[in-house]
């Protein structure tokens, strides 16, 4: 089973149906995607990215109404620095589908999604204990697995694997 | 006794409600869960989870060691199902690398993970079960665990962290008998479960304990994230196993339980019918075993048989460079989940082309089945939040991670 050569190039995927789908919502909304390894990857616009979940989430014919995961990356030090990953499930169809917004080192901020899923609660705040990329309009953006006085993101790539002594 | 006062009443208002703290030390919580109950008499108000006691960093742990180490700390994560961990983590990397896997090793696999659910739902059935007060279920079903894991110590040299899963395929040859020993531990268990069942499904205290109890609907559980028995209790039919099959699940026949009335019974009752479901699923992997090697033909990833070490230059080498700087992964990321006994169990890696993963996040079921908690016993007593936690069937290891 070799490796099949990832598709990066938008307007080949343009037919995917969350792709055509978010695009004839917004165009600017999308700003990149990837077919790789028969997983979709689509780059959302950050200011986009909770209107493109709950559009997504109603979307009649391939309804993605469960949110499986949120999780980060970080790519310190290349910029942009931070890759926040959402997973889609759609349990109609058994489709998945990866969103991912992009932010900055400076000001790793994007809108929450806990309106459109409460489930992205916990998610989110996992991602900001570890990675200290902040989610407006969170209901209670708090440390969740370090303790509250915690100093520094543990996952972040500056952060040494063995703590700072 | 007239000259007595009456004790004041008091008003109805904010100070009614007190707050309990339940754990982080407490028999019903399963581990180091703690509740922040707000209670207003024996009825709870609010609920707020606080977790993070048993948060060892596995994720950021794993950044720093090679591929094939990473494989003992999946164990670690979840005690239950160390199998089913083992195996979501292979099958990412698999995907990554683009390795085919032998039939014999895929189906080993799907026994072993089979096994691990039974293994799991047993625990889960004793521990719940004793929380609501049935202590001799507890006992039969650490009977059946006994010679659960005593398989797994056969085939992999330990009982419970077992790291028998390999990328490219499993660690070793079962055991001769091995394949002996589960068909008779397979054709035993129906009957064991028929006698869990005559303890609990007919019982009356069980049935008032858990009906109605913790009831929650489809569209919450989808909201919040519930997966697994969880949100087929509710009437959600979704198996990865069958839905989105991995690792030859497509091969195997078998039925999955689903209940509609979302409370504890019903959970219980699909975790039960798991059990036996679970073991037709052994039983086929029985009858069907392919033969063949079990481990992919891909000397760059998968360590050489010890006898060729000894005798061909070439499979020393590769062992060498294997064990002292690992092999590196094409540039990449994949998300793969697999039916845990829990739910949903997703890794996430992602390659950067190095011999190190860039990247690992577990998605763990129980951290997004925990936020059912609030709003399954917000009005209820607080005897229902024992039961609630029994039936959403937590760990906290893999909650923390």
Sequence with gaps: MPLAPAITDLEKLKDHPAITRLRGWNPAAVTDAKFDRDEISIYVERSAIREACALLRDDPNCPFNYLSDVTCVDWYPSEPRFEVVYH??????KERVRLKVRLSGDDPALESVTSVWPSANFFEREVYDLFGVRFAGHPYLRRIQMPENWEGHPLRKDYPVEGYR | MGHLTATPALDAGQDRTMILNMGPQHPSTHGVL??????DGETVVRIMPDIGYLHTGIEKTCEAKFYQQVVPLTDRIDYLCPLTNNLCYVLAVEKLLGLEIPPKAQ?????????????SHLVW???????????TVFL???????????LFEAVSGQRMMTSYFRIGGVALEPPLDFFDRVRDFANRFPAKVDEYENLLTGNPIWKMRTKGVAR??????????????????????IDLRRDMPYSGYENFKFNVPVATEGDVFARYICRVQELRESNKIVQQALDGMPQGP???DAPKVVLPDREKMK???EALIYHFKIITEGFSVPAGEVYQAVESPRGEMGYYVVSDGTAKPYRVHMRSACLANLQLLPKMCEGRLIADVVAAIGSIDIVLGEIDR
Aim: with cysteine; aromatic share 4%.
């Design chain 2, 311 to 313: 005798t061909q230059m």
């Design chain 2, 34 to 39: 703690r509740l922040v109950l707000e209670i």
């Design chain 2, 294 to 296: 079990i481990k992919a």
């Design chain 2, 140 to 150: 039969y079903c650490f009977r059946e665990r006994e010679d659960i894991l005593r």
């Design chain 2, 216 to 237: 929650i609907t489809a569209e919450d559980a989808i909201a919040l994230g519930a997966s697994g028995p969880t949100l087929r209790g509710s009437g959600v039919d």
């Design chain 2, 125 to 135: 059935l004793g521990t719940h079960a004793m929380d609501i007060g049935a202590l």
């Design chain 1, 88 to 93: 889609l499930l759609s349990i109609p169809q």
């Design chain 2, 107 to 119: 189906w080993l696999r799907v026994l072993l993970n089979e096994l691990t659910r039974i293994n």
